[in-house]
């Protein structure tokens, strides 16, 4: 498993066209954008709210905490930015 963690957002899509957003995101992978990829998950905002897991890796359990990891690393990410807008405090 990689050591570090790049969350993505592509920008926003009405789900009018899933094939191509679904084609843009495996070209991406493809053509090495994102490095050495072992697991994909994705989540549907449904009733049911189904989730996917694609790859060596991609069975429930490690895509359930492929997306504990995100959320975690926007967390930190979000907090290192707030802290970085809190104006320097005097020694």
Same mark, same amino acid.
């Given at each position: 498993?990689? %050591? @570090? ?9 009405? +789900? %009018?066209? =899933?094939?191509?957003?679904? #084609? ?6 493809? @053509?090495?954008? $994102?490095?050495?990829? $072992?697991? /994909?998950? /994705? =989540? ?11 790859? +060596? @890796?991609?069975?429930? !359990?490690?895509? %359930?905490?492929?997306? /504990? ?8 990410? #979000?907090? /290192? $930015? ?6 320097? !405090?005097?020694?």
């Amino acid at each position: 498993m990689p %050591s @570090t963690l790049n969350l993505v957002q592509h920008p926003a899509h009405d +789900l %009018s066209n =899933v094939p191509a957003m679904l #084609r843009r995101l495996a070209d991406d992978i493809e @053509t090495g954008k $994102y490095g050495e990829v $072992y697991a /994909a998950g /994705a =989540v549907l905002e449904a009733a049911a709210c189904p989730v996917f897991g694609f790859g +060596l @890796t991609g069975h429930a !359990q490690n895509v %359930s905490e492929l997306f /504990a990891l995100a959320h975690q690393k926007m967390v930190r990410d #979000r907090l /290192a $930015y707030l802290e970085s807008l809190e104006p320097s !405090q005097p020694e």
